[in-house]
Nanobody, 129 residues
Framework: QVQLVESGGGLVQAGGSLRITCTASGVTLRRRQIQWVRQTPGKPREKVSCIEFVDGRTYYSRSVKGRFTISGDIEKATAYLQMDNLKPDDTGVYYC??????????????????????YGQGTQVTVSS
């Protein structure tokens, strides 16, 4: 079964840190990408950070750049999002996403969240003020 499973969410005070994990099964992350997306009630899904495993390129939204770090371990089929100096606005459900089909031979970070083929079930991150 091909799936992504997020874990590591929780409640943290503002200024604190949290690391969330995305584990893939049934599919290798080699030559794929992992996009972290967050959803806050009443707001559209927001791209947070993305990594392209084929060359290690990483991308961050302006709101998290300098505070969040994305990384991954291909052998463990796992991606991580280290979140430091958390703010209440970072509260939301965090999802990881990737593509199953690789028509170009490798996965790239898409412009929109709707372009990803596979999403996990999400993990809740709550930052208290």
């Amino acid at each position: 079964q091909v799936q992504l499973v997020e874990s590591g969410g929780g409640l943290v005070q503002a200024g604190g840190s949290l690391r969330i994990t995305c584990t893939a099964s049934g599919v290798t992350l080699r030559r794929r990408q992992i996009q972290w997306v967050r959803q806050t009630p009443g707001k559209p899904r927001e791209k947070v950070s993305c990594i392209e495993f084929v060359d290690g390129r990483t991308y961050y939204s302006r709101s998290v750049k300098g505070r969040f770090t994305i990384s991954g371990d291909i052998e463990k089929a796992t991606a991580y999002l280290q979140m430091d100096n958390l703010k209440p606005d970072d509260t939301g459900v965090y999802y990881c996403a990737t593509d199953i089909k690789l028509p170009d031979g490798w996965g790239t970070c898409h412009n929109t969240v709707d372009e990803y083929e596979l999403y996990g079930q999400g993990t809740q991150v709550t930052v208290s003020s």
